[in-house]
């Protein structure tokens, strides 16, 4: 079994490694530079704890899949496609294991989102957290909406939970969902379509 030192926290990033991109980090981990597997790491460890969580709700078995995620990286590292974007390639594993979670759950995971879009096409940013620049009467507001989106975000089916995250959350492209979760992509256009179309109908008499 490969020694692998789990990534509790990232650590403050080399001023010359975290100005190089995704790929480049890869090419000279491969060369034997083992820091930039550290800056991969600390990079993407916030990003995929709360892809996870989102997914499964529960923070501390999404820190243990992200640790499981970043071993199998670092196991699979060589294997990996450089022509190809990393972050959909670490995003990939990490959804499948995500997957797995819930599929060996007898309870419906809660996937949290702080805010409501009356328009899902107006741009692709993910949605946003809390601004604690807001009154204290709109923070109150935006809290009570977050957990009446927890309530109708665990209704949706799991499938439908999985795109809805990774393109309103993480905002990512719909090709990038379709290599993350190994469907085509109009299964994708169609499973994001009916997730937000059963979300809006669920969150509705919520909102009354």
Request: charge should be positive; aromatic fraction near 10%; charged fraction near 30%.
């Amino acid at each position: 079994m490969a020694n692998v030192q789990p990534v509790r926290a990232p650590s403050p990033s080399s001023p010359k490694l975290a100005e190089l991109g995704d790929s480049e980090l890869v090419a000279r981990f491969l060369a034997g530079e083992k820091r930039a597997f550290g800056e991969l790491a600390s990079r993407y460890h916030v990003r995929l704890t709360n892809f996870i969580y989102r997914t499964i709700g529960d923070r501390d078995r999404a820190e243990d899949l992200v640790q499981e995620t970043f071993i199998r990286v670092y196991r699979h590292l060589h294997r990996f496609d450089q022509s190809k974007k990393f972050s959909t390639w670490v995003y990939t594993i990490a959804g499948n294991l995500a997957k797995n979670e819930l599929r060996n759950r007898s309870r419906n995971p809660l996937v949290l989102f702080q805010t409501i879009k009356n328009n899902w096409e107006a741009d692709h940013r993910p949605l946003e957290w809390e601004d604690n620049t807001y009154r204290p009467d709109d923070l109150f507001r935006k809290r009570h909406l977050k957990e009446t989106v927890d309530r109708a975000v665990s209704q949706l089916p799991d499938h439908h939970r999985v795109v809805f995250v990774l393109r309103e959350m993480e905002g990512k492209t719909y090709e990038e969902i379709s290599e993350i979760t190994g469907v085509n992509l109009g299964t994708v256009k169609s499973r994001l379509n009916r997730a937000r179309n059963n979300f809006a109908q669920i969150v509705a008499p919520m909102l009354d």
